[in-house]
């Protein structure tokens, strides 16, 4: 794919994300008390990041399966890792298991 129609493709996503975590759907990874992140990207990689709550994954993994059935952009649940703090292991389990990844 062209490296500009790529950019205007992953934006969607991008957008898709930010009107999730300003609606309160997501919560994101909380930086400072105003101030949180639910996803960063350079360009083809990009890091996710949320609660360790299997409910904000289960958003976050329809928000990924939606943008592949529009887009046919897949992510690489190879190259894909779940890295977490402080959560129960039931949950961890559960949301690797979402996202097929160890």
Request: aromatic share 8%; hydrophobic share 45%; proline share 1%.
């Given at each position: 794919?062209?490296?500009?129609?790529?950019?205007?493709?992953?934006?969607?996503?991008?957008?898709?994300?930010?009107?999730?975590?300003?609606?309160?759907?997501?919560?994101g990874?909380?930086?400072?008390?105003?101030?949180?992140?639910?996803?960063?990207?350079?360009?083809?990689?990009?890091?996710?990041?949320?609660?360790?709550?299997?409910?904000?994954?289960?958003?976050?993994?329809?928000?990924?399966?939606?943008?592949?059935?529009v887009?046919?952009?897949?992510?690489?649940?190879?190259?894909s890792?779940?890295?977490?703090?402080?959560?129960?292991?039931?949950v961890?389990?559960?949301?690797?298991?979402?996202?097929?990844?160890?």
């Open positions: 794919m062209y490296p500009l129609l790529f950019l205007l493709v992953i934006d969607c996503f991008s957008r898709k994300m930010r009107v999730s975590k300003d609606n309160g759907i997501i919560k990874m909380i930086v400072t008390k105003n101030i949180s992140i639910s996803h960063l990207m350079f360009i083809d990689d990009m890091l996710l990041s949320g609660e360790s709550t299997v409910g904000e994954w289960r958003t976050i993994t329809y928000l990924i399966k939606s943008f592949e059935v887009s046919s952009l897949c992510m690489n649940e190879g190259k890792i779940l890295l977490h703090n402080d959560s129960e292991d039931n961890t389990k559960g949301i690797c298991d979402m996202f097929q990844v160890a």
